[in-house]
């Protein structure tokens, strides 16, 4: 197929507006339904600030409308990538989401050239169409450990910061990247990932930048990110480190038949190496129907993070680099150049033959879900902030709407990052609004949400050891079967509160492939479960997860 027989959503001329006017867009669905009316002050482009702060124990939320998106994103800009800027904000028009991260790798090519070369195209995409909301990212190689997402609010200072925070922070960059127990090198470089997170947190105090904000990516890929550095990275400036992907992107890389025998969905085809924490069991380092083993296994990392009474979210994204079955390949370097002294790659070419890749398009297969009181830049910030997140894959739900109440409460209640305060023995009821899947996803399957799983924890206060990774009287307390319902439905779900401060999240998938958690049937008894090398079908293994709400139990 030649350029110009792409079709719309591929095609660089029809701007994303037009795809929109076409009815591929949710963000046009959500405009035609009235969601982004007179309720949503839109503001201009950036739309007005919402109060990143003030969220209370009282159990009244605001009303929510939900913005898809995906914070890691990868183009020409980075030098392991493929596509055009143009190419993956028309993906994303064509795949229904309202915002989106490019989260290009760090190098001197980068910090030199690329960034301010992508900015420019990013103004000018801003400009030409102001609902799609393009943010511009880093994806930064943290100092003794992974990969972040560092994002900032547009403004006139949002390139600068990413380009100062690379060259002064970079762990690839500075060359510290050693990370092994008991090195040399291991305490500056750790530490020096604590400054950069408290320096970050500095440029939006300071008002450098209106907004700032930093998720750990694929954690579980490599073992290398401890315990004890995501809760580290997360207390130097909990405003600013919200969280990690509970699932990883590259979901296309296990399709049968595709890239090999071995392959692994999210490429997590790694074992223990000397820089990983010697904690993490050899079984960390797959997915779980997907998704990273530190959020999948319950009564895990993550949920030892939220037992501590902290919020700490998860997301999912595409990380598009190459995306599967694709006919593109890179393009060749004119004499003389190349990454370094450019900052870019040669436009793609198209070669009618599908080339190697793991990935699907932004929007395609993973979703993350943020709850907003408007459309605009810091109120998808704000959203991610507060926790108002919830991420589907293979676009298993339209829709998801979590409260919890006090039994008999005529008010809102508390949702997703929320906080409850009450007093023992006093009963709430946890509201569980779906919305199911009502027309076929991009694979042509009409998803069928098969249960409903709640899983409670015990909040116990800070952990004496930073690096635990278990939270032993966390469990699923509840699976609801909701094979066949179709349209909107609510779950109401009774609590009562005992002694402890807790946390309650939700979970569920298609039903196709689960199996005893990985801390045994008493604490998951259908949870999901690794795939065989080499026969990992992402559509065939769908899951949502929320984050928590939650119970401060006082007097």
Known sequence: MTEQQLPAWADPSVPPAVLDAQGVSRRGLLRRAGLFGAAFALGGAAGPAVAATGRGHGGEDPRLAYLVGDHHVHSVYSHDAKYTFSQQ?????????????????????HASYGAALEHKEILRARAANP??????????????????????????????????????????????????????????????????VKWLAEQRRSGY???????????????????????????????????????????????????????????????????????????????????????????????????????????????????????????DWPAGQNFDNTGRLPDPVNTDTPQAGSDFWPGQFSRTH???????????????????????????????????????????????????????????????????????????????????????????????DRDTWRAPDTKVVRTTDVSGRKGTYTLRVPVTVGDESCYLRLRGSDGNRNGTGYLGASVDPHGPI??????????????????????DVVG
């Open 89 to 109: 904000a028309r993906a994303a028009a064509r795949y229904g989401l309202d915002w989106m991260v490019f989260n290009e790798h760090s190098n001197f090519g």
């Open 131 to 196: 609902r799609q909301l393009i943010f511009q990212g880093l994806e930064w190689y943290i100092p003794a450990a992974e990969h972040c997402t560092v994002f900032a609010a547009p403004g006139p200072h949002e390139v600068d910061l990413l380009t100062r925070f690379e060259l002064a922070y970079d762990g690839k960059l500075l060359g510290y990247t050693e990370g092994a127990a008991g090195a040399a090198d291991t305490a500056r470089n750790e530490a020096h990932a604590v400054k950069a």
């Open 209 to 331: 930048v209106d907004d700032v904000l930093v998720l750990a990516n694929h954690p579980l890929r490599l073992g290398i990110d401890s315990p004890h550095e995501l809760r580290a990275w997360r207390d130097a400036a909990p405003e600013i480190m919200i969280g990690m992907e509970g699932a990883p992107g590259a979901q296309g890389a296990a399709i049968p038949g595709w890239r090999g025998a071995t392959s692994i969905r999210g490429e997590y085809e790694n074992k223990p190496s000397a820089q990983s924490w010697a904690g993490y069991p050899a079984d960390a380092y797959v997915t779980y129907g997907g998704f990273d083993w530190a959020t999948a296994t319950v009564g895990g990392l993550w949920d030892s993070m939220l037992a501590e009474g902290r919020l700490f979210s998860v997301t999912t994204n595409s990380d598009n680099h190459r995306t599967v079955f694709d006919t593109w390949k890179n393009g």
């Open 370 to 464: 943020v709850g907003v009181t408007r459309y605009g830049y810091r109120a998808v910030m704000t959203g991610l902030r507060e926790g108002r997140v919830w991420l589907d894959h293979g676009h298993l739900l339209d829709g998801l709407e979590v409260r919890l109440r006090r039994e008999h409460s005529n008010g809102r209640g508390v949702t997703l990052g929320g906080r409850l305060r009450v007093r023992k023995g006093e009963k709430l009821t946890l509201e569980i609004t779906v919305t199911t899947a009502s027309r076929p996803n991009p694979q042509g399957v009409l998803p069928q949400l098969a249960h409903v799983d709640v899983i409670r924890g015990a909040v116990r206060g800070a952990v004496s």
């Open 530 to 551: 690794p795939h065989e090398p080499g026969n990992g079908d992402p559509w065939a293994d769908t899951w949502f997860y929320a984050n928590p709400i939650f119970v």
